[in-house]
């Protein structure tokens, strides 16, 4: 979010804010220690998930939130597994953590932005797997459900004008970033890329929308390789889109 | 020993076919999913399961006994192995006394763990398969590529070949049909011929002692009644508390397994044959051990319905074989490292972590957690290469020091700012083989600073 994705960072701080919230950096924040949890590397992990509790607990606000579903799948799911489930400390922080679209929806009830977006463009969804089956930011298919309702990345785009979402076939299939995953499962972690960039292909689309971008620096690094062209913006970047007018 | 990274590489080398796997084994998937919606509370009764499960293991001492207990009364001979050579002791001296010399077996994930064939073979036994996907790779001398479908990695025109080479069918005949009347004749000839019937137990119920084998071949029943002994090979955990506990798994099931509303056959033996002996070997073989562990019990509530296989991108497109375990995909993966982390420790990072696997499991193993507790311990047991724990180290070190971290990040940007793409490409290992790193823009302080000196 600091080095390879400024534009989302910003866009979310500038969003935020013009709805009205006032906003707080924590200056001291690094990375919330998913790298090395889903690594293993649990001593490494166990600090730098206690240095983050700490950080972010004493910091006299409202509601932590980040435009990154899997760093609060971290939060919410895994922090017990370090810090256990009974951490008064932790609970508090957790239960004041969301996820943007979690936040915008949920807690704040958007129903409509206090300024004409506006993205004449044709787009279609990713959702990266935490966000999906941990945050459930959209029905999982795996769940046997009569009816669906529509995601939150979906809903919040609704609300600017002029967009197109192009539907998938199979839009919960994973892209195969999955952290180290990608570097260690090269080979397979490239086929999955390309098929999912490939569903993105049949949907017509040419740009992808998602809530985090962990999984565009993977996706990303695939289309520009492999020279399919694609464009690729956090929900937040789209939901800017107008407000300067 | 080849690791999951290397073999799915070598999977991967022909495309065409990985694709076609993909394919074939996601459409089992979709199946599923059209199935269990005909059911009306299908969550609802995956809970179910998953308590049942959860109650009979945190119990199962006093299931295990009354299991014994009933079977007995029926005539039926319960034995207990406490691991792999015990168990295919037991077999072998059951067969000996019997002097079978000819063994017929049904499908059964138990007797592929103790390699029970091998023991047997090896003792002069003849063991023949009788499940049409598992004969197949018994020709080949291969191992089950998946729990429920074994030979799902072979295209018909390679079954074709295999049984052109074994059983003499018409070279470059790869109809399905026309192969499967073919193994029927070449199996009624085994059938016949054998002393010894050995299968797998899908439930054992300790209320009355009796056995439940579902399988879609009819082939297990002929296994378990045409010749004079019968051997069951039972997991203990695999014993439910009643009858009526029964339906909630059989609805499950199959609907799980391949979108089917249930197997073709569901069979209830209670009794020896008339004149036979029936003899069910209870195998421990570490699942006490299991048992004995908070996360990782959870393991057992396993049905073997293959549903994780089937949901799992990178079992879809690295393959069975790709997994060093007998059993590959998420559940093995969740079972292997536990057994011996030193032989199996890659398998908990054959994973994107992306969750699947627990959504579609009809008894809620919460499998993406087994497999990042796993990897927790798989560290731990220093399992990972020197070099990447001190890249680890580094970086953590940074982490936890927001000063360093802050000097890190902008030598990263001036860095990349600085050398061409192509190059640092090269240097990226892993990533750069297949993807681009990002373009480098202005990072999130730069533009947070530009937008303060603005205003």
């Known amino acids: ?245 | 020993m080849k690791r999951h990274a290397e073999l799915a590489e070598d999977f991967l080398k022909d495309k065409e076919k990985a694709l076609w796997h993909n394919d074939s084994v996601w459409s089992v998937r979709k199946k599923r999913d059209q199935l269990a919606l005909e059911i009306k509370d299908f969550e609802g009764l995956k809970d179910l399961a998953s308590e049942i499960k959860l109650h009979t293991l945190t119990h199962l001492d006093e299931y295990l006994e009354a299991f014994e207990k009933n079977a007995l009364a029926r005539g039926i001979k319960v034995h207990w192995a406490k691991d792999a050579k015990e168990c295919n002791e037991i077999v072998y001296d059951i067969a000996r006394k019997n002097g079978a010399k000819n063994v017929i077996k049904s499908k059964s994930m138990l007797s592929e763990e103790v390699h029970l064939n091998h023991y047997l073979e090896k003792k002069g036994l003849e063991v023949v398969e009788t499940d049409l996907g598992e004969r197949i790779i018994q020709f080949e001398k291969q191992t089950p590529s998946h729990i429920v479908l074994p030979a799902i990695h072979l295209k018909r025109e390679e079954v074709g070949s295999i049984f052109h080479k074994n059983i003499g069918t018409p070279k470059g005949n790869g109809n399905p049909t026309f192969l499967t009347h073919a193994a029927r004749a070449h199996l009624r000839e085994k059938f016949l011929g054998a002393d010894v019937g050995i299968s797998g137990v899908n439930y054992g119920v300790a209320e009355t002692g009796e056995i439940v084998v579902c399988t879609n071949e009819g082939n297990a029943d002929l296994t378990m009644g045409l010749p004079k002994v019968h051997i069951a090979l039972m997991g203990i955990e695999k014993v439910v508390p009643k009858l009526e506990h029964l339906s909630v798994f059989t609805t499950l099931l199959a609907r799980s397994a391949t979108g089917q509303p249930s197997t073709v056959y569901t069979t209830h033996i209670a009794a020896p044959r008339k004149g036979g002996e029936m003899h069910v070997v209870l195998v421990d073989n570490d699942r006490s051990k299991f048992l004995g562990d908070e996360r990782l019990y959870e393991a057992l509530k396993c049905i073997r319905c293959g549903a994780c296989l089937n949901t799992c991108p990178v079992y879809r497109y690295s393959g069975g074989h790709s997994y060093n375990y007998i059993i590959p995909g998420p559940i093995g993966s969740a079972l292997a490292p536990f057994r011996s982390y030193k032989n199996y420790n890659d398998m908990a990072f054959a994973c994107s972590l992306c969750a699947s696997c627990s959504g579609v499991c009809p008894v809620k193993i919460p499998l993406d957690r087994l497999l990042f507790h796993h990897r927790q311990s798989a560290v731990q047991e220093k399992a990972v290469s020197k070099l990447e724990k001190l890249m680890f180290g580094f970086v953590s070190f940074s982490m936890l020091h927001p000063s360093m971290w802050g000097l890190l990040n902008k030598s990263a940007l001036f860095f990349m700012r600085l050398v061409p793409m192509k190059l640092i490409n090269l240097f990226s290992m892993g990533w750069g083989k297949y993807r681009d790193l990002p373009n480098v823009d202005k990072s999130f302080s730069e533009l947070i600073k530009e937008r303060k000196e603005k205003r």
């Open chain 1, 1 to 245: 979010m600091e080095v390879f994705y400024g534009k989302a960072s910003l866009a979310t701080y500038l969003l935020l804010e013009k709805l009205g919230i006032e906003v707080v950096l924590q200056k001291n924040a690094s990375c919330c220690g998913q790298i090395q949890a889903n690594r293993g590397c649990r001593d490494d992990a166990e600090k730098i998930v206690k240095k983050f509790a700490d950080d972010f607990s004493n910091m006299d606000v409202d509601y932590v939130v980040s435009p990154s579903g899997s760093c609060v799948s971290m939060i919410r799911e895994t922090y017990p597994y370090y810090l256990g489930k009974g951490n008064d400390d932790y609970l508090k922080l957790k239960n004041k953590t969301f996820e943007l679209c979690e936040f915008l929806l949920d807690v704040l009830k958007i129903e409509k932005l206090p300024y004409d977006a506006s993205a004449p463009k044709e787009v279609s969804v990713h959702y990266n797997c935490h966000a999906l089956r941990h945050l459930h930011l959209s029905q999982r298919s795996e769940q046997v459900l009569k009816e669906r309702r529509e995601g939150k990345v979906e809903r919040l785009l609704n609300l600017v004008s002029d967009i197109k979402i192009l539907p998938l076939d199979n839009p919960d299939e994973c892209c195969g970033f999955g952290g180290t995953f990608s570097v260690k499962e090269a080979a397979v972690s490239n086929v999955m890329g390309l098929s999912k960039l490939k569903q993105h292909q049949d949907s017509k689309s040419k740009c992808i929308v998602s809530a985090d971008v962990s999984c565009f620096m993977h996706l990303a690094g695939l289309s520009s390789r492999n020279k399919l062209g694609f464009e690729f913006y956090h929900v937040a970047e789209i939901l800017t889109w107008g407000m300067g007018k």
